[in-house]
């Protein structure tokens, strides 16, 4: 009898990963945030559509329907980085803020939440 406290929390601790990885794995978050050039100039507001799934990919949607194509290259509990062909990109989990990196010296820094 003393096995079966340990099974129920073993049990509930395995619950809840698999639960947490299912919601973590399907999120469709909505990202606004600000360009900035090289030089200090500011661009127009970005708005984009960040889709993660349990396929390992994630889908970029500028608007329009429009997707872009994605290579992750690194990708942790804290961290998604991956690229574009105009820029690198990273996601932190926890915080919601995405940085996008562009191959023209922009910077784009997103605060994406839940759609």
Do not use: W
Request: glycine fraction near 12%; include cysteine.
């Amino acid at each position: 009898m003393i096995y079966a406290p340990a099974a129920v929390a073993s049990g509930l601790l395995l619950l809840t990963l698999v639960s947490g990885t299912a919601i973590a794995a399907e999120q469709q978050l909505s990202c606004k945030g600000q360009m900035i050039g090289p030089t200090g100039e500011q661009a127009p507001p970005i708005d984009i559509n960040l889709n993660l799934d349990d396929s390992g990919k994630p889908r970029i949607d500028g608007g329009g329907g429009q997707q872009t194509d994605v290579r992750v290259t690194s990708d942790n509990a804290i961290q998604l980085k991956f690229q574009t062909k105009d820029y690198v990109a990273e996601f932190f989990h926890y915080t919601g803020a995405l940085f996008l990196i562009y191959k023209s010296g922009h910077v784009a820094g997103l605060t994406c939440s839940r759609g």
